[in-house]
């Protein structure tokens, strides 16, 4: 059974430029929700999708957008990069079903994309 | 979701015992308290989760304190493999489809160090 997979592993992009990063949750999940770690920080809460809809977000702008597919994968796009945005972007896949959602749900990571601004 | 406070960093020797502490004195009545770990250049993993009760699983043990303003990630018994970045991170009952399902705010965690 295959977890979280996220591509591409590693890029270099230079200021300016805009990138994409995808995401295919873990097989049953519903939810995908996006992070971003910087080097020695724990990771920040960027925005969840499910049912193809932004759900919540975190505090980031709207250069950081995305989007969920039927198949429940995901994409995360940002613009305009800035050298501030190098870090680890990180993927997660949960089940949120019907019930809405519980505080004993379990994410699932994915090894996360290293995107590097230069 | 409220505040944990966790020690930056812990050593450990091999096939010996850790204690992770974690404290969360602003914790409700429902809040669940999880546990990630991340390896070197790894995603966070899921560890253990639990409520009030002590909770047990093939990776580790939550022995969560009688008022649950603290809690205690317990491994066995360490290995090399075991040595990553710990987090202990609070979680509401219920939550709404609009609400914080997706997010779980990660301190710094605690850095654990296993040593042959």
């Known amino acids: 059974d295959a977890g979280v997979t996220q591509s591409p592993t590693h890029l270099i992009k230079t200021r300016g430029q805009q990138v994409t990063l995808r995401c295919s949750p873990k097989?049953?999940?519903?939810?995908v929700s996006w992070y971003q770690q910087a080097l020695g920080q724990g990771p920040q809460f960027i925005f969840q999708?499910?049912?193809?809809?932004?759900?919540q977000r975190g505090n980031f702008p709207d250069r950081f957008s995305g989007h969920q597919f039927p198949n429940y994968s995901s994409e995360l796009n940002v613009n305009a990069l800035l050298l501030g945005d190098s870090a680890l972007y990180l993927c997660?896949?949960?089940?949120?079903?019907?019930?809405?959602?519980?505080?004993?749900?379990?994410?699932?990571f994915g090894a996360g994309s290293r995107l590097t601004v230069l | 979701d409220a505040k944990t406070t966790q020690p930056n960093s812990m050593e450990s020797n091999e096939e010996e015992p850790v204690h992770l502490p974690c404290n969360h004195s602003?914790?409700?009545?429902?809040?669940?308290i999880h546990w990630y770990r991340q390896l070197p250049s790894q995603g966070p993993e899921y560890v253990i989760h639990?409520?009030?009760s002590n909770v047990n699983n093939r990776m580790a043990s939550l022995a969560i304190a009688e008022d649950r303003k603290s809690s205690t990630l317990i491994l066995h018994r360490a290995t090399l493999r075991d040595a990553a970045v710990y987090y202990c991170i609070l979680r509401a009952l219920h939550m709404n489809y609009g609400g914080s399902q997706g997010n779980l705010i990660f301190g710094k965690g605690t850095k654990l160090s296993v040593k042959p």
């Open positions: 999708y499910y049912e193809e809809e932004e759900r």
């Open positions: 602003t914790i409700s009545g429902t809040d669940y």
């Open positions: 097989s049953g999940h519903d939810t």
């Open positions: 639990g409520l009030t």
């Open positions: 997660a896949s949960s089940l949120l079903g019907l019930g809405g959602g519980s505080g004993a749900n379990v994410l699932t």
